[in-house]
């Protein structure tokens, strides 16, 4: 029965495959297919629900993988897909960079003739050059912000426009917790959430992870002022895996906690909504860059037998026009053309926090061994969360052992 339904299956792709929705059109041998290697989720869906208009215009059919964040690491950053099969298109996490150009598995955009344009956010596009070449292009503006419930923050008279620093939230989670629901939620399910979670909180504290040579900077007064509010924080709350997180806070059981736009779809009428960080830890204290990126970038791998093709197709995926369209599909652009247009503002208020989260965003860490520090970072920092280190002993360990990696 499998091999029957496997059979019909791969007859009715050559018969008819479906370019967009439940429209259908036929293929010949002159069709040109483009392999895309993209992020499972929404990230994937907004470009799956786009391209049927370029697929009919030239006669291109989209073969889409979608892959968990680890798989898309290893077949497009470790270099796997040299070895096992080629793609067009393939989906970047801004963090990758460094391993991308160190192996050589980019095309150089702009020996293609391919240039950012001046409506992209700015910040956003640093991550997408190399020795002043373009490698990638900026498509999904993931930035971290506040996600919270709207009733719980408004019980403690506040709201988007007046929670002002980490002192707020804090307030707002400890009288969430008084009434008997939970405050602050966080990720500790893996390293790389525990880190990821924490860094808007030690950017607010004035802290890094690295220095401007990327020198590990853990076992510092900042990181040390920060892990001490973080602890008090998160006394308020539990930690959760994402969509948990996601159910406790838009389900007015928690407070807030670290979230991505790409999460959550956030109306006039939902009950969460999402804030950008201030950067500053009090009321009184400089505010910093404290909203972390995760900007998902496209690429050209390069290895592919269809750059032309591709290109063509990059270009269309970063069109103003076909961007803003996305937003419908839970797309986040980061084009101001999108994020500022007052059509779509009315309909998706966030999208002017996202905006200034993604104008005051940082970058992680641009080094090949990301993966390792961020391991070796987050064990350590779940020792001090499980009470088995000292926040002291903790940064001190860490930081050595960062500085033997």
């Known amino acids: ?52 208009a370029f697929e009919e215009k030239n006669n291109v059919f989209c073969e889409v993988e979608e892959l968990s964040e680890d798989d898309l690491h290893a077949k497009v950053a470790d270099g796997a897909a040299d070895r096992e099969s080629s793609y067009d298109i393939c989906m970047v996490d801004s963090s990758w960079m460094a391993e991308c150009t160190a192996k050589g598995t980019l095309s150089n955009l702009s020996d293609m003739g391919y240039e950012l344009d001046d409506d992209i956010i700015p910040a956003t596009k640093e991550i997408c050059y190399y020795q002043d070449d373009v490698y990638l292009v900026p498509y999904f503006g993931n930035v971290t912000g506040l996600l919270y419930s709207r009733a719980l923050v408004g019980a403690s008279d506040y709201d988007a426009d007046s929670i002002d620093s980490l002192q707020d939230i804090l307030k707002i989670c400890k009288e969430s ?122 690429g ?16 269309y995926l970063m069109d103003a026009n076909v961007q803003k369209s996305t937003v419908e599909l839970g797309g986040v652009p980061c084009r101001y053309s999108s994020l500022k247009d007052e059509e779509i503002l009315e309909k998706y208020p966030q999208y002017e926090q996202v905006c200034q989260a993604l104008e005051g965003g940082v970058y992680r860490p641009v080094m090949e061994n990301w993966s390792d520090f961020y391991t070796i970072l987050g064990e350590e920092m779940r020792s001090i969360l499980n009470e088995d280190k000292s926040i002291e002993q903790g940064l001190s360990d860490a930081q050595k052992r960062l500085e033997q990696l």
Do not use: H
Not at 15 to 24: D, Q, R, S, V, Y
Not at 300 to 315: F, H, R, V
């Open 300 to 315: 050209i791998p390069q290895n592919s037998t269809k750059k032309e093709m591709a290109l063509k197709l990059m270009e």
């Open 1 to 52: 029965m499998r091999k029957l339904t496997g059979i019909i299956l791969v007859a009715a792709m050559i018969i008819g495959l479906t370019a967009c929705g439940e429209e259908k059109r036929q293929i010949d041998e002159n069709t040109v297919i483009l392999k895309l290697a993209l992020r499972e989720g929404t990230y994937a869906d907004v470009i799956k629900e786009c391209v049927g």
């Open 177 to 298: 917790q008084a009434r008997g629901n939970l405050g602050f939620m966080y990720r500790g399910d893996t390293e790389n959430n525990i880190v990821v979670d924490f860094l808007p909180i030690l950017l607010s504290y004035g802290g890094w992870v690295v220095d401007e040579e990327n020198r590990p900077t853990v076992d510092t007064e900042e990181f040390r002022s920060a892990m001490e509010y973080y602890l008090e924080l998160i006394a308020t709350g539990d930690d959760a895996e994402k969509d948990d997180l996601i159910s406790a806070i838009a389900n007015d059981a928690a407070a807030m906690g670290i979230g991505w736009p790409g999460w959550y779809t956030v109306t006039e009428k939902s009950s969460a909504a999402y804030d950008a960080l201030t950067g500053k830890a009090d009321a009184d204290s400089i505010a910093y860059n404290a909203n972390v990126y995760g900007v998902w970038t496209i």
